[in-house]
Every structure is written in structure tokens, then in C-alpha cells.
């Protein structure tokens, strides 16, 4: 009996307040996702294509100032060779269907300049084979072009009929630019001053 009336009592009592939810403003903590180190993108210079070499102030491609001449045998698809009678004291590297890397070797035996380009009358031919600049000037560029990415780059009159124009870095390293009448650059050069001369054996 005593059983039965607890229950009861439990049933007719009144029921009690319906609890309300409490909602705060707090903001809720999530999890940082973990971020991923990002990794320098990989160089885009093929050393077996040259037409994806870059033209920097101190090197073409895998070809640097300094470097040893005697180490350049092979260089990609280029060779080295000499012309003794013709045009002693300078290296050229040549490879089929690419612009020609000359080394003016009149002193010591390091790189001490380099010479982009196989005369004026194939320069448009090899539009699509040159290394270029990081702002895309290579042989076959017009004056033009190279004024609209370079303009603090120096223009002034070459031999002849030509045109030099001249980017530096630090008033020391220079790129410069050979054009002739039309315009467009048959030769670069990587040389201590503001022009590059057409005429490399002398």
C-alpha cells in the first residue's frame, strides 16, 4: 500500500517548469587546420633546352661568369670550339638550331663575358630556340620590346648602322642589346660596360 500511494503522489504532482534553453553569444572554438609548408616551384630551365634558359646579369643558362672555360666542353646540346686562324682567343658554343654562346678569352681562363647570337640575318629564325630575359627579351626581340619591359634600359648608337641598348643592375653588370636597322636583336651580350660590339674576334 505504502508503494501504490508514493506513486500516486508522484502523478498528481503539478509539473514542474520546462527548462529553457540559454543561448550565449561566445563564439565556438574549431580546429585550425594544419597548414601544408608551400615549396618553391622547380625551375622551369631545362638544361637539355635552351630556349628555356634565362638571361641574367652574371650567367645564360648553366653559363656563368666565372666559370672555369676549360669546363665548358658540353653544355647541354652545345659543344665547344675554337677557330684559331679566324677568331683566336675565343670559345664558341654551338649547337644545331640554337643561338651560338660565344666567350671572348683574350685574359686568363675564366668566363669573363659572354656573347648570345649567330649574326643578324638569323636572328628572327631563332625566335623560338633563345634563352631570354626574365621579362622574355631574347634574339629575334624587337628595340622595341625591350624599351617597353626595360624602360630605364640606355639606347645609343652602335657601329655602323646598329643600336645598343643597355640594362644594368649596378652600373657594373650589363646586359646589352645589339639591333640593326630593323630593329630586331641579333646579339646579347653579358659585358662590363653598356655596349656589346658586333665584331667579337678582334
Known amino acids: 500500500?505504502?508503494?501504490?500511494?508514493?506513486?500516486?503522489?508522484?502523478?498528481?504532482?503539478?509539473?514542474?517548469?520546462?527548462?529553457?534553453?540559454?543561448?550565449?553569444?561566445?563564439?565556438?572554438?574549431?580546429p585550425t587546420p594544419a597548414t601544408t609548408p608551400t615549396e618553391a616551384p622547380a625551375s622551369l630551365e631545362d638544361p637539355a633546352d635552351p630556349s628555356t634558359w634565362l638571361i641574367d646579369y652574371d650567367?645564360?643558362?648553366?653559363?656563368?661568369?666565372?666559370?672555369?672555360?676549360?669546363?665548358?666542353?658540353?653544355?647541354?646540346?652545345?659543344?665547344?670550339?675554337?677557330?684559331?686562324?679566324?677568331?683566336?682567343?675565343?670559345?664558341?658554343?654551338?649547337?644545331?638550331?640554337?643561338?651560338?654562346?660565344?666567350?671572348p678569352r683574350r685574359s686568363g681562363t675564366t668566363v669573363?663575358?659572354?656573347?648570345?647570337?649567330?649574326?643578324?640575318?638569323?636572328?628572327?629564325?631563332?625566335?623560338?630556340?633563345?634563352?631570354?630575359?626574365?621579362?622574355?627579351?631574347?634574339?629575334g626581340s624587337t628595340l622595341e620590346q625591350a624599351q617597353a619591359a626595360y624602360p630605364d634600359g640606355v639606347t645609343s648608337a652602335g657601329y655602323q648602322s646598329t643600336t645598343n641598348f643597355a640594362i644594368t643592375r649596378d652600373n657594373t653588370s650589363y646586359i646589352t642589346m645589339l639591333t640593326g636597322e630593323d630593329h630586331v636583336i641579333w646579339r646579347i651580350g653579358l659585358v662590363s660596360g653598356p655596349r656589346v660590339d658586333g665584331e667579337?674576334?678582334?
Open 200 to 202: 667579337i674576334c678582334g
Open 59 to 103: 650567367r645564360i643558362g648553366p653559363v656563368s661568369l666565372g666559370d672555369s672555360v676549360a669546363s665548358l666542353t658540353t653544355v647541354g646540346p652545345y659543344t665547344a670550339t675554337t677557330d684559331s686562324a679566324n677568331c683566336d682567343g675565343v670559345v664558341t658554343l654551338d649547337a644545331a638550331g640554337f643561338p651560338i654562346i660565344s666567350i
Open 1 to 30: 500500500m505504502v508503494a501504490i500511494l508514493a506513486l500516486a503522489g508522484c502523478a498528481g504532482s503539478p509539473p514542474g517548469p520546462t527548462p529553457t534553453a540559454i543561448i550565449t553569444s561566445e563564439p565556438i572554438d574549431t
Open 112 to 139: 669573363e663575358a659572354l656573347v648570345l647570337g649567330n649574326g643578324f640575318a638569323a636572328a628572327s629564325s631563332l625566335v623560338s630556340k633563345t634563352p631570354k630575359t626574365a621579362e622574355g627579351i631574347g634574339i
